[in-house]
């Protein structure tokens, strides 16, 4: 589970975090635009009433009035302002060292041309220019506003605000700096919280594969702790619910081989005991030694009868495919009673009937014949002489239903819930003289499950039993 908890550390701690950069720089971008054009239009709006200002004075050649205005606009703009004329040639420079020499600024350059009436820029020369442009020593950022000055005939020059913008610059840095550390205390806040979140989700699976190697090791009764809410909580349940169906099963698998092993065992002893009884008395009479072999042959048929039942619950347990079309209920309940009625007549017993015709299912003919012959065999064998046996087949409610129906001994109310169970018997010793296996109902129950039908019984001591076997009209051909 260390693998999935560090994926999931992984993949928490890139999506947090290529979010947090991501706001970062975007926050970062953002605040960094807002504050550049403020820059720009305060520095454009106050370069352009300089140039409104001093065209005028500049095109009537007005140096004293002129230079003083520049001196007061250049310490209230805390700036250096520079008058440029139409060659490019410096005509006023409040820092007096530029006076008569061309201007090498790019935005200059650009409005003189023509292309723009006003040109802004951020530049990091070296420090030796921005100190030698701008006076600021220490700064590696200097920012150009310019303007053209117009006058009667048109373009006169351009004014020139050379801007100290490091303070600017340095702002920026201290809020991306910023930034930066409350993202990455948010990063680590979040990695933590991943951890944790991890280990709860985690958690779970843990039990799991414990519990899973627990019964890997043949431990069945185990089970895993249902917490929480929602998938996880889920999977617990259907786990759990997956381990107690194990568990059924191998508590059935373990009960079926020791009835199976019960079951085989005591038929050979006999067997054993009577061959035995005939090695050791070779003078045993004549009439003796016939029964015997009668009892020895009675005992092989029942044999063959457990090994036969025990194949065919084999076959239906490993989901046999069934041979199924389209089966006229009405004929082959018929036929079956036709069957069986010379045993019931042997036994003076009446069977009856009363089947509804043309009753079609789409199921496998063979076992729905099996399913009707195990319960009249069975009413058959434990109804008394001049007993009755009633068979019906109807359709009722959307279901075709069989009744098998007998006034015979019944069945105890404690042993109903388990007479389908393999093995089970009400009467063990009167179950062996009839020669019944104890596999029968459970076969029948194990063929109507097939059918995806339901079978029930009604009984009571010494009143009889009624069979209910109930096919969803689903089934049934049309």
């Known amino acids: 589970m260390a693998s999935i908890r560090w994926k999931i550390l992984l993949a928490f701690f890139l999506i947090v975090g290529l979010s947090l950069l991501l706001a970062a720089t975007t926050l970062t971008g953002l605040v960094s635009d807002y504050l ?71 935005e200059a350059l650009r409005v003189l041309a023509g292309n723009d009436t006003e040109a802004y820029g951020i530049h990091a020369p070296g420090r030796a220019v921005v100190e030698e442009m701008s006076g600021e020593s220490g700064a590696d950022y200097v920012a150009y506003s310019v303007h053209e000055m117009s006058g009667f005939q048109g373009r006169i020059g351009a004014a020139l605000f050379v801007s100290r913008i490091q303070g600017l610059m340095d702002s920026l840095n201290s809020v991306r700096l910023q930034l930066l550390r409350i993202f990455a205390i948010i990063a680590v806040a979040a990695l933590i919280v991943a951890l944790f979140l991890s280990r709860v989700l985690t958690n779970p699976i843990t039990a799991v594969s414990r519990t899973m190697r627990k019964m890997g090791k043949g431990d069945l009764s185990v089970r895993v702790p249902v917490r929480g809410s929602g998938e996880l909580r889920e999977l617990a349940e259907n786990y759990n619910t997956m381990a107690a169906q194990l568990e059924s099963l191998d508590k059935t698998r373990n009960q079926f081989v020791s009835n199976a092993s019960h079951e085989l065992k005591t038929p050979l002893a006999t067997m054993k005991i009577m061959l035995e009884s005939m090695i050791y008395q070779p003078d045993m009479p004549a009439d003796v030694r016939a029964d015997f072999m009668k009892d020895i042959n009675h005992e092989i048929d029942r044999l063959t009868g457990i090994v036969t039942d025990l194949l065919v619950l084999t076959r ?49 003919r063979s076992k729905l ?82 059918h995806d039908g339901t079978i029930s019984v009604h009984s009571e001591p010494g009143k009889g039993s009624e069979f209910v076997v109930m096919f969803p009209q689903e089934g049934a051909a049309s």
């Open 36 to 106: 550049f054009d403020q820059r720009t239009r305060d520095d454009s709006i106050k370069t352009e009433k300089l140039a409104l200002a001093a065209a005028p004075l500049f095109q009537s050649v007005s140096s004293n009035e002129l230079n003083e205005m520049l001196e007061e606009n250049a310490a209230s703009m805390d700036g250096r302002l520079i008058l440029i004329d139409n060659d490019g040639k410096i005509q006023y420079d409040t820092f007096q060292n530029l006076c008569g020499q061309r201007i090498r600024v790019d």
């Open 316 to 364: 239906m347990d490993n989901r046999e495919e069934m041979k199924r079309g389209t089966v006229n209920m009405s004929e082959l309940t018929q036929e079956t009673v036709h069957l069986l009625t010379p045993a019931a007549e042997q036994n003076r017993q009446t069977l009856t009937e009363d089947i509804q015709p043309n009753l079609l299912l789409y199921g496998d």
């Open 369 to 450: 014949s099996q399913i009707l012959y195990n319960l009249m065999d069975n009413a058959i064998k434990y109804t008394p002489e001049d007993g009755t046996i009633h068979v019906s087949l109807k359709q009722e409610n959307d279901c075709i239903i069989w009744r098998v129906k007998d006034n015979g001994i019944g069945i105890p109310t404690n042993d109903q819930e388990h007479i389908f169970e393999r093995f089970y018997r009400v009467d063990k010793a009167r179950g062996r003289e009839t020669g019944g296996t104890g596999l029968g109902l459970s076969i029948v129950k194990q063929m109507v499950k097939m």
